[in-house]
């Protein structure tokens, strides 16, 4: 039952993998708009962090429930 539990935390956490990799897609495409665009700055960087934001959450929560899977079913 404990190896269960642990490969279900494990698959839990993987969301950070996800976020990760939008985050940097993200990051990237503000980079290059930035490029382009300098005057639009002030926007691309104010909508870049909401959506990093948004996306390091869903990480943060993917982390939650593995520990919650780890603590509840021990």
């Known amino acids: 039952m404990a190896t269960l539990i642990a490969i279900g935390a494990g698959i839990a956490v993987l969301t950070g993998i996800g976020a990760g990799i939008g985050i940097g897609i993200a990051t990237g495409k503000a980079t290059e708009a930035i490029a382009r665009q300098p005057e639009a700055e002030g926007k691309i960087q104010r909508n870049l962090l909401l959506g990093c934001a948004l996306a390091e959450a ?8 593995g520990l919650l899977i780890i603590i509840m079913l021990k």
Request: aromatic share 24%; hydrophobic share 60%.
């Open 58 to 65: 869903t990480a943060i929560y993917g982390f939650v429930i």
